[in-house]
C-alpha cells in the first residue's frame, strides 16, 4: 500500500453501445467496476473515479465530474488527475476487469524515468491503461483549449514510453486487456471469467 498513489478509474462514458451503465453490470455478483475498484486498492487507499452521475456512491472513493463536458475520455482523465494529490496516478478504464496487480506492479516499475506509461500489446496501445505523472496536468489542459481531444496525440507530447506486454510475462494472459463495450463482450466476459480465480 502506497499512499504516495492515486489510483483512478474512468467511468464517465454513456456506456451506449451498452445501453445501460457497463461499470454496474455484474461479473459472477460482482459489479464490473468492484473488479478494477478491488484491484486499485492493492496499491493505494486513494481512489478517485472520474464520473459524471452520483452511481458510484456505494463505493469508498472520490467521485469527480468532468469539467469540460462532451469531449471524450480526455476530460475525465485531465479532471482526475486535477483532483489527485499525488505525482504518481494509475490510470485504469472501468471495464478491463481482466487487468491484474503483476501488469500494474510491471508498469509501476517502469515509469520511473517517465510523464506517462501505457500499456502496448500485439502494436495495440492502451491510453487508457497506465502510470501518468500529475506533471502532464498542464500539457492535456494546454492541448484541450486548443481543442485537441486524442489521448494518443497529447501523450506524444510527453515524455512517454510504450511499454510492451506480450507473453514473455509471466503476469500475462490473453484477456489481459479485454474491454466490455457492448452486451456480446459482455456476455463472452461472463464465459471467460468463470475460469479465473481472481483477475487480481
Excluded: W
Excluded at 109 to 136: L, R
Aim: hydrophobic letters at 40%; charged letters at 25%; glycine letters at 4%.
Amino acid at each position: 500500500m502506497n499512499n504516495n498513489i492515486t489510483g483512478i478509474i474512468l467511468a464517465g462514458g454513456k456506456s451506449s453501445r451498452m445501453g445501460q451503465n457497463k461499470a454496474l453490470l455484474k461479473l459472477n455478483n460482482k459489479r464490473v467496476i468492484e473488479y478494477i475498484y478491488d484491484l486499485l486498492k492493492l496499491f493505494t487507499n486513494k481512489i478517485i473515479i472520474s464520473a459524471n452521475s452520483n452511481d458510484y456512491d456505494f463505493l469508498d472513493a472520490q467521485i469527480v465530474y468532468d469539467e469540460y463536458k462532451n469531449i471524450g475520455p480526455v476530460s475525465g482523465l485531465y479532471s482526475a488527475l486535477k483532483k489527485s494529490d499525488t505525482d504518481i496516478n494509475i490510470i485504469v478504464s472501468c471495464d478491463s476487469v481482466f487487468l491484474n496487480k503483476g501488469l500494474i506492479d510491471y508498469m509501476l516499475i517502469n515509469s520511473n524515468d517517465y510523464d506517462i506509461v501505457i500499456a502496448k500489446h500485439e502494436k495495440t496501445i492502451e491510453p487508457m491503461i497506465g502510470i501518468y505523472k500529475k506533471k502532464v496536468l498542464n500539457i492535456f489542459e494546454k492541448e484541450i483549449i486548443n481543442k485537441n481531444y486524442k489521448p494518443p496525440s497529447i501523450i506524444h507530447k510527453t515524455k512517454y514510453k510504450e511499454l510492451e506486454i506480450n507473453s514473455s510475462l509471466d503476469f500475462y494472459n490473453e484477456y489481459l486487456f479485454y474491454n466490455i463495450n457492448n452486451k456480446t463482450q459482455f456476455n463472452k466476459a461472463v464465459l471467460i471469467i468463470d475460469g479465473f480465480e481472481s483477475p487480481i
